[in-house]
């Protein structure tokens, strides 16, 4: 996607919604409520709503038809945003859960990352890059390839 005008690079800033297909929501919730620290937003009839900072939110999505055809799938892994002073914080709080965690993992630039699995055995990136002092000066354009 080399070649970007600068004026197009800005329409799309972020993520404003990760949905998961989850089978037990009760368990998926509790995970990300309790041990991950999330705020509920909403708790509908097969889906519920949690912040993801400011002006994203996630998604567990029990699963069957939902409105403009999705449904379920597979991905690779998704990361959460973390504060490098809290990176090991989160860690810990996962290991005392019974939460097996990856890492810290340092990368060449100095960032950091923890992996997990959450209930549904969904991979979690918690990545303190955009907090460091490499990624939050550089933004996406330090993640170049």
């Keep these: 996607m080399s070649g970007l005008r600068p004026q197009a690079a800005h329409v799309v800033d972020a993520i404003a919604e990760l949905t998961l297909q989850v089978h037990d929501r009760e368990a998926a919730e509790r995970f990300y409520l309790e041990v991950i620290g999330l705020q509920l937003l909403a708790r509908e009839d097969d889906r519920t709503w949690l912040a993801l900072g400011e002006r994203a939110r996630l998604g567990l999505w029990l699963p069957g038809p939902k409105e403009q055809g999705d449904r379920g ?13 809290e990176l090991d914080a989160l860690a810990q709080r996962l290991r005392d859960a019974g939460v097996e965690v990856e890492g810290p993992v340092m990368h060449d630039g100095g960032d950091r990352s923890i992996y997990f699995e959450d209930p549904e055995g969904n991979v979690v990136e918690g990545w303190d890059y955009f907090r460091t002092r490499a990624g939050e000066a550089l933004g996406i354009d330090g993640l170049k390839g």
């Design 73 to 85: 799938g597979i991905h690779v892994h998704f990361a959460l945003s973390v504060a490098a002073s």
